[in-house]
């Protein structure tokens, strides 16, 4: 019975000491992790960190990316209006170039487009008395008013005042180039008597739509305003700015 109770201690005692043995074990684990654990946070903030760096060019390449993409969709859209805007040109002169109408008929046209080109510019002097001298021809109106606000705006009300539009005068000063320098101005009553409807004429002998247009709007812009302006002053007028405009 001692000899058990001996053999009883001691396993016991051996139990005991495992236990210690482990519980020291893990005292140790439990304090090498506290004594280290600053030195694990370090090496994973310095991961953060580079992650987030990355993360961060990422999205600037991105933005770039969009960016470029953008630029480049509004250069094709601007280059793509540049070729319609050329093509129409290159259309319009065409068809100002190949007229089939006699010299009388030329003439007649002639006399619409610069009547009309005369009465926008006496228009816009008008409402701008102080430039008078600075904008002494059409033309000068057209260039300055793409940088000239005030000129811009008072053209656009001359505009909207005769029922025209930009791509109107653009038809008839490629007919006024064309045909300026050998056409003749006739006067209403001479029309009249050679020609009964030119807006027949016009839309039978002109296909481009932009130029047949820009000609019959000249021709109801003149039309209608027969019984404004006085015989005397018209002619006045075309005597005074015909020849500046052909020179």
Not at 137 to 163: C, F, M, P, Q
Request: proline share 2%.
């Amino acid at each position: 019975m001692v000899k058990d109770r001996t053999l009883g201690n001691h396993n016991s005692i051996r139990v005991t000491g495992d236990i210690e043995t482990r519980g020291t074990g893990c005292v140790r684990i439990i304090s090498f992790v506290k004594d280290n654990v600053g030195g694990f946070r370090q090496p994973l903030i310095l991961l953060s960190y580079r992650v987030g760096h990355k993360l961060q060019a990422l999205e600037a390449q991105f933005k770039e990316l969009d960016f470029t993409k953008d630029n480049l969709t509004q250069k094709f859209e601007h280059h793509s209006k540049t070729l319609a805007n050329q093509a129409a040109q290159d259309e319009l002169w065409t068809a100002v170039l190949s007229f089939k109408f006699t010299p009388m008929e030329l003439n007649i046209l002639y006399s619409y487009v610069i009547e009309v080109l005369i009465r926008l510019h006496t228009r816009v002097l008008e409402k701008l008395p102080d430039l008078v001298r600075g904008l002494p021809t059409l033309a000068s109106i057209l260039r300055r008013k793409v940088k000239n606000k005030r000129i811009r705006v008072v053209w656009e009300s001359v505009l909207e005042e005769h029922g025209m539009q930009e791509e109107d005068i653009t038809a008839l000063c490629t007919f006024f180039v064309a045909h300026g320098n050998k056409a003749e101005h006739y006067i209403a009553k001479v029309r009249q008597m050679y020609i009964k409807d030119v807006n027949f004429m016009i839309t039978n002998m002109v296909k481009n739509q932009a130029l047949q247009n820009g000609l019959l709007k000249a021709v109801q812009v003149i039309e209608k305003g027969k019984a404004v302006r006085a015989p005397e002053e018209q002619k006045s007028s075309l005597e005074e700015l015909i020849p500046s405009a052909k020179s």
